[in-house]
């Protein structure tokens, strides 16, 4: 997977435009500084991770139960 660009995720934002982003919150995504949030780019591995990920050898969660 290649880094993600600036270039890129403001054409993903013009084409998905329901929301005006400043560049400083593009920034933020494409290198978290404040620490409150995952930056995209560790999202889109984390996602590609899952992608990648045999589910069905997974076994089901079938102990997690609300309390």
Known sequence: MKPLQKQ???GICDQ???HKWSDAELNELIDPKM???TGFQDLLEELEL???TD???TAPALGVQKR
């Open 8 to 10: 890129t995720l403001q």
């Open 16 to 18: 998905m435009a329901s």
């Open 35 to 37: 620490g409150v949030i």
């Open 50 to 52: 899952l992608r990648k």
């Open 55 to 57: 589910l069905g050898t």
